[in-house]
């Protein structure tokens, strides 16, 4: 089955919106001195002999801007999750009350944050040289397409919209970066 060239174009969008939606969730990731539920995400805890992931197993949020509070739902695994978070190399030092976790995040140093701003700068573009090779490979799906029948004004208008896509994807990600270089350097 062919595709069409509405087909292609619909596939060049959604690939787009992955390319958006994966940099958000990097983005999401990098941490600006603000403490964040998300941040313990990746923490898994051995949870009655098999791991599962953190929020599974106790409620986990943020108070205030520098503390992460996690309670959990069996008081008898809190040992389990403290261990847990000290084993994940997140750099964090929990505080066990017995009923609870509580993680005070310290505020960041000038290099942290020059450092930070520089991952974000390498996410937004490797996040554009994907969205690049996706304009590429839609590209090729034209000219295969214009080979098998397809105008060549039809073929040039395809192209054009997809330089337009992309364009517009690339400033919302210059934008995305500007805004996450002013969270992180904000003290």
Known sequence: MSQTISDVLNDFSQNLEKCINHTNHEFSNIRAGKASPGM???VMVEYYGAPV????VANVSSPDVRTIMV????????????RAIINSNLG????NDGLAIRITIPPMTEERRQQLVKMVKQEGEASKV????????????IKKLQK????????????????KQLDALISKIDAMVIEKEKEIMTV
């Open 71 to 82: 309670q959990p739902w069996e008081k008898n695994i809190i040992n389990d999750i403290e």
């Open 53 to 56: 992931p953190l929020t599974q």
């Open 92 to 95: 964090f030092a929990p505080n």
């Open 40 to 42: 313990l995400e990746s």
């Open 148 to 163: 098998d029948g397809l105008s060549e004004d039809e073929a040039k208008d395809s192209e054009n919209k997809v330089q």
């Open 130 to 141: 994907v969205a690049r090779n996706y304009r590429k490979d839609t590209n090729e799906k």
